[in-house]
């Protein structure tokens, strides 16, 4: 690969800009502050916090887990109705012979 050394898209990037930027380090003004919490009052953060949590908890809906999806629904009821269409005669001899016994 050739690279050009005089073309000017290219000079900045072998010799560094034309003009160098000096510039002194300027300190801040004033440092942070630092925030320093007594154990008290991280506690009393903490309980807050935590009341917030169980307060949400509360008040949120229990999670359903007896629902059946409606797709498996259909799916039963049409192998159930195909079943019985096909198979109708035998099904009832077997209920037949069941309460026989």
């Known amino acids: 690969m050739v690279v050009e050394i005089d073309n000017p898209a290219n000079r900045s ?13 300027e300190l801040p003004e004033r440092l942070p502050q630092k925030v320093v919490y007594s154990n008290q009052e991280a506690n009393q953060a903490y309980n807050r916090i935590e009341q917030d949590i169980y307060e949400g908890q509360r008040k949120a809906k229990p999670i359903s887990k007896t629902k059946f999806p409606t797709v498996l629904k259909i799916l039963g009821g049409a192998i159930a109705l195909a079943a019985v269409i096909f198979k109708g005669k035998d099904i009832l001899k077997m209920i037949k012979n069941i309460f026989k016994k």
């Open 13 to 25: 990037m072998h010799y560094g800009p034309d003009r160098v930027l000096v510039h002194s380090i």
